[in-house]
């Protein structure tokens, strides 16, 4: 990129689709400056694009994090057998 494409980007005020798709990771971790926020939304409100593209986006992030919650780490369920082993009446 030259010094012109980057003053030009710089006061451009609205974000393109390109640098709203490198943006989503950030803008979902909230690591965006506030005014970068501000555009980011104005964008994904008007570009059905990248408003489709971000709910997909979400969605697949979302999944991932309620997985990741519920995941048992090996550990605990190594010991939560143990003791349900030592501990539950046997079935007979
Ligand atoms: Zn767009």
Redesign the pocket.
Known sequence: MNLIQKIVRMFNPMLS?EQ?NQFIIDYLEDKLPAQTKKKFEM?INK?P??SAYFDQYNDTVMMVNEDGMLEIPEDLAEFTRTFLREHLPQQQ
């Open positions: 689709c709203i964008h570009c694009n990248c």
